[in-house]
Structure formats: C-alpha cells, structure tokens
C-alpha cells in the first residue's frame, strides 16, 4: 500500500489565477496519475505524471493548463491555470505500484473557483 | 475517459438491508475494480476481480465479473449507516495501465 499527502485540501481561488497542487508519495512508486472530479461525477484522467520527463495527457487535457512536474518517483505537482469557475472540481492524485494492481489515492483538493 | 455504466445512480436502504450495485463496461479488461469514495474524498480500493475470475468475497463485499457480459456486480451485505458513500467500478484494460471509472453509485443507509 501506499499512503499519499495531498495538499491543499481545499482552496477558493479567483478567476485568471492559478494553483498549484502537491502530491507526495510515502514509497517510490512507477505509475503516478491526476484526476478531475466535477461536481456530481465521475473520475476522468487528466494526465500520467512521468518522472523524469513530459506527463502524458488524456484527450481534452493539454500542458498549458495543466501542467504537471514529477520530479522524483514520490512527488508530483498539478497546477490549474489561468482558472475560470467550470475548473471548480476535486483533483485527485493516485498512484499504482504495478500495472495490474489496485490505485491508491490522496485525499483529493477541493477548488473552487469565484 | 469512463467505460462503465453503473446503476442504479442512487441507493436508499434500511441499516441491516443489503445493497447491490451494478456496472457494465467495453472492452476487455485485465481486471475490474471496486472503490469507496466518502464525501467528496480520496477513494479507497475495496476488491479486485481478475478476469479470470468469477466471484470474490471480502468481509461484507461480494463482488461478481460476467465477462460474456460485460458486467460485474457488488453486494454489500448487512449494510451499516458508515457504508453510506459513493461506490464506483473501474476497469483495467488488456495492455493499460490506466483504470476507466464508472459513473458511479451514491449509496445511502438509513439508521
């Protein structure tokens, strides 16, 4: 198992700025994942964080707003930029030890954003 | 991006009852996975079904995969007021390592 500290837990931010979320791992893991829950749904993936080089982004996800760093195999960070009120979401940082294992994930970041 | 339908979107039912959740899913999968989400916060991974695999049992969780179908179902029995969440299913592909979420069903146990 892994246990994972995410922080900020919540934050209210103003519209055109950006925040950037902290996710750290207990354990070195392989497999380290941002998500984004919008109010009332499901879990879709923004991005696999790759230590060591660029994240890999789902459709629809792109670097310039979210761009994320993984500089080491316990730490990764998602910052949400130039923000607007539809970004008002939880993000949820998850890692995998193999590939065919269960996911564990942080306490997720709850934005808001006026 | 999801795979998985899940129904119903909603469970009300009596402390004691049990609840059972559905989900249908796509493509073939390497596993099917069964998670906890209280609140709004982080999920926790209840059980895991290999696709070879037809059942599993965990505590209070029974856990069923028809992959002819393409849908597995969770049982939770003698349900208590702390099962009271969100339970979703998420799928591992053949080859990916990424996990599909279902959209998911809020579950709540009256005392």
């Known amino acids: 198992s892994a246990v994972i500290s995410q922080k900020p837990s919540r934050d209210i931010c103003q519209r055109g700025t950006s925040l950037t979320i902290q996710c750290q791992v207990d354990?070195?893991?392989?497999?380290m994942f941002w998500y984004r829950q919008q109010p009332g749904q499901s879990l879709t993936l923004i991005a696999t964080?790759?230590?060591?080089?660029?994240?890999?982004?789902e459709s629809g996800f792109v670097i310039d707003k979210f761009p994320i760093s993984r500089p080491n195999l316990t730490f990764s960070t998602l910052t949400v930029s130039n923000m607007s009120p539809e970004d008002s979401s939880i993000y949820l940082c998850?890692?995998?030890?193999?590939?065919?294992?269960?996911?564990?994930f942080g306490q997720g970041t709850r934005l808001t954003v006026v | 991006s999801q795979q998985g339908e899940e129904d119903p979107q909603a469970l009300s039912i009596q402390e004691g009852e049990n609840a059972t959740m559905n989900c249908s899913y796509k493509?073939?999968?390497?596993?099917l996975q069964w998670y906890r989400q209280n609140s709004g916060r982080g999920l926790v991974h209840l059980i895991l079904?290999?696709?070879?695999?037809r059942e599993k049992h965990s505590g209070r969780l029974r856990v069923t995969l028809d992959t002819s179908k393409k849908s597995s179902s969770l049982l939770i029995t003698a349900s208590r007021a702390a099962d009271t969440a969100s339970y979703f299913c998420?799928?591992?592909?053949?080859?990916?390592?990424?996990?599909?979420f279902g959209a998911g069903t809020t579950v709540t146990v009256r005392a």
């Open positions: 493509t073939s999968i390497n596993n």
């Open positions: 964080a790759n230590q060591g080089s660029e994240a890999t982004y």
């Open positions: 354990s070195q893991v392989t497999m």
């Open positions: 998850s890692v995998k030890g193999q590939m065919n294992t269960e996911a564990f």
């Open positions: 079904i290999r696709s070879n695999e």
């Open positions: 998420a799928t591992a592909s053949i080859g990916d390592y990424k996990l599909s």
